[in-house]
């Protein structure tokens, strides 16, 4: 008689490796819920990971070592992660398909794979899913399916800084895979659209759903450093001013149009703009037609004063900063982070939340 063992593995660690620093949170589970068990965030270099490509693999190493280091409130008990992707490096598509059987979708998608993505298809580490739900109605006997492709070399390099640091990859993401997993509720309501802006210290990316299904996402240079830099020249003062003058002050008054606010606009408006050339190319080549419902805010510019209120202005779509524990089931506990800090933790707590998948290893 065969008996089925299940032996119990603690969750992997959400690793977010960005250009200027490096995230990890560990979850644990707590009967039906989840316990927040580590966090941490360290610094990386400037120019040791230039646009998503690693520069300098031995400052990136010491950077993974010092945030495994760092943890807290407890050391971390795996040396396990889930490791991010840039997005900058990432080539996803939605492709309308006819319905078929596993195996000729997956001879499909080969050929998929070298109409849409700009490399050979033996440099590229590449996936697909089904989308659970159409995303433009009234289609039949055919189905969206999301494909998402990274080059080798790229992926190749972030396994090895990671090993080099001690540590295991279970497995990869692409940040806004993980960044959808974290902020958008799993009961998000069908057919529900919502814009997702990562605004970071050297690019903003932007990730368009419906329901729970990625169909679009972007990147741009526009950054909240660019902000920092526009008080240093309009109010001629150092950046480290500058830095503490925005995390006062924001971006001013859109209202009453006061000097911080003057000083940031150009910024600002190049961000809208790029947010609005988003909207368009949703509405004219995905066959969304409604208007986005709702845009949500992660990343550390996320926490800008009054941006929330000038991008609802500007857009005429109502904005928040999203909720970085929907998906985490803490009960009465609270959480030994703010919630003003965790979200710049999105990324890693929705690779986090991926890796709970991996806590349960079948021995049999």
Same mark, same amino acid.
């Given at each position: 008689m065969k008996t089925d063992v299940v032996r119990l593995m603690h969750p992997p660690i959400g690793l977010d490796l960005g250009d200027l620093s490096v995230k990890?949170? +560990?979850l644990d589970r707590k009967g039906k819920g989840h316990v927040i068990r580590s966090f941490a965030k360290s610094s990386i270099p400037r120019k040791s990971i230039e646009n998503g490509e690693i520069q300098d693999?031995?400052?990136?190493? +010491?950077?993974?070592?010092?945030?495994? %280091?760092?943890?807290?409130?407890?050391? #971390?008990? #795996?040396? =396990?992660?889930m490791c991010s992707i840039p997005e900058t490096k990432a080539f996803l598509r939605v492709i309308d398909m006819p319905k078929m059987s596993e195996e000729e979708m997956k001879e499909a998608i080969h050929w998929e794979i070298e109409e849409n993505i700009p490399l050979a298809i033996d440099q590229v580490y590449y996936d697909y899913e089904v989308l659970k739900s159409s995303l433009s109605q009234g289609k039949k006997n055919r189905e969206d399916v999301l494909i998402v492709a990274v080059a080798r070399r790229v992926v190749d390099s972030f396994i090895e800084v990671v090993e080099k640091a001690g540590l295991e990859v279970?497995?990869?993401?692409? %940040?806004?895979?993980?960044q959808a =997993?974290?902020?958008?509720?799993?009961?998000q309501k069908e057919g529900r659209s919502v814009l997702v802006l990562d605004i970071g210290d050297r690019r903003t990316s932007l990730l368009f759903s419906v329901g729970n299904s990625i169909a679009f996402t972007s990147s741009t240079?526009?950054?909240? +450093?660019m902000? #920092?830099?526009?008080?240093?020249?309009?109010? =001629?003062i150092t950046q480290e001013k500058a830095e503490k003058m925005k995390i006062e002050q924001g971006i001013g008054s859109p209202v009453i149009r006061d000097p911080f606010f003057r000083a940031s606009e150009p910024v600002l408006e190049n961000l809208y703009s790029q947010i609005q050339h988003s909207m368009d190319f949703i509405s004219a080549n995905l066959g969304q037609t409604r208007k986005i419902d709702e845009i949500l805010l992660c990343g550390g510019g996320s926490n800008t004063k009054h941006l929330p209120l000038y991008l609802s202005?500007? #857009?005429?779509?109502?904005? =928040?900063?999203?909720?970085p524990w929907i998906n985490v089931s803490l009960g009465k506990n609270i959480p030994p982070i703010s919630r003003q800090e965790a979200i710049q933790y999105s990324t890693a707590i929705g690779l986090a939340l991926q890796s709970l998948y991996f806590a349960y290893e079948d021995i049999s």
């Amino acid at each position: 008689m065969k008996t089925d063992v299940v032996r119990l593995m603690h969750p992997p660690i959400g690793l977010d490796l960005g250009d200027l620093s490096v995230k990890m949170i +560990q979850l644990d589970r707590k009967g039906k819920g989840h316990v927040i068990r580590s966090f941490a965030k360290s610094s990386i270099p400037r120019k040791s990971i230039e646009n998503g490509e690693i520069q300098d693999p031995d400052a990136v190493v +010491q950077a993974i070592k010092s945030v495994i %280091e760092k943890g807290k409130p407890k050391k #971390t008990n #795996t040396r =396990r992660v889930m490791c991010s992707i840039p997005e900058t490096k990432a080539f996803l598509r939605v492709i309308d398909m006819p319905k078929m059987s596993e195996e000729e979708m997956k001879e499909a998608i080969h050929w998929e794979i070298e109409e849409n993505i700009p490399l050979a298809i033996d440099q590229v580490y590449y996936d697909y899913e089904v989308l659970k739900s159409s995303l433009s109605q009234g289609k039949k006997n055919r189905e969206d399916v999301l494909i998402v492709a990274v080059a080798r070399r790229v992926v190749d390099s972030f396994i090895e800084v990671v090993e080099k640091a001690g540590l295991e990859v279970m497995g990869m993401e692409i %940040e806004s895979l993980a960044q959808a =997993r974290c902020l958008l509720p799993d009961a998000q309501k069908e057919g529900r659209s919502v814009l997702v802006l990562d605004i970071g210290d050297r690019r903003t990316s932007l990730l368009f759903s419906v329901g729970n299904s990625i169909a679009f996402t972007s990147s741009t240079p526009i950054s909240s +450093q660019m902000i #920092t830099d526009a008080y240093v020249g309009h109010f =001629r003062i150092t950046q480290e001013k500058a830095e503490k003058m925005k995390i006062e002050q924001g971006i001013g008054s859109p209202v009453i149009r006061d000097p911080f606010f003057r000083a940031s606009e150009p910024v600002l408006e190049n961000l809208y703009s790029q947010i609005q050339h988003s909207m368009d190319f949703i509405s004219a080549n995905l066959g969304q037609t409604r208007k986005i419902d709702e845009i949500l805010l992660c990343g550390g510019g996320s926490n800008t004063k009054h941006l929330p209120l000038y991008l609802s202005r500007k #857009t005429g779509v109502p904005v =928040r900063i999203g909720d970085p524990w929907i998906n985490v089931s803490l009960g009465k506990n609270i959480p030994p982070i703010s919630r003003q800090e965790a979200i710049q933790y999105s990324t890693a707590i929705g690779l986090a939340l991926q890796s709970l998948y991996f806590a349960y290893e079948d021995i049999s």
